[in-house]
């Protein structure tokens, strides 16, 4: 039955290049990157980017624009009020922070994932897509 199956006829997910974004994580505008779980949002790609801190090594970024119908007006990605998961109110999907991968609602892909370095307390975000 075709009408069973998931809708995975969409739009590509557009890409934007960017300047490398570095972060001093020592400044106060970022100190909610220096706990486990925390994150911020900075300027980059096409509808802005959450960085997320896994671990003191480890942080994720991702691009708010969300993966479902991503050309939509609405489509971005914000963190939800509980600070566990990311959520696109427009389409109602969620997404994890381990991968951006969708959690309920609609989406089917992931959030495009950039790459991330950390060297001392810079890190450094690039266009460089990693999923």
């Not at 925390?38 to 994720?60: F, L």
């Not at 600070?83 to 959690?103: A, E, I, K, Q």
């Not at 892909?109 to 950039?114: E, H, N, T």
Request: glycine share 8%; aromatic share 10%.
């Amino acid at each position: 039955m075709v009408a069973c199956q998931p809708d995975l006829s969409d739009d590509p997910i557009p890409y934007i290049p960017f300047n490398e974004i570095i972060i001093n994580l020592s400044f106060p505008e970022y100190a909610t990157l220096r706990t486990d779980g925390g994150y911020k949002e900075v300027n980059g790609g096409v509808r802005g980017i959450i960085v997320y801190r896994v671990n003191a090594t480890s942080y994720n970024a991702f691009e708010r624009n969300c993966s479902f119908h991503p050309n939509d007006a609405c489509a971005t990605v914000n963190i939800h009020s509980s600070s566990l998961y990311m959520t696109d109110p427009c389409c109602g999907s969620t997404f994890d922070f381990s991968d951006g991968n969708p959690s309920g609602g609609v989406a089917w892909r992931p959030l495009r994932k950039y790459r991330t370095q950390l060297t001392g307390t810079t890190l450094s975000i690039t266009d460089e897509v990693i999923n």
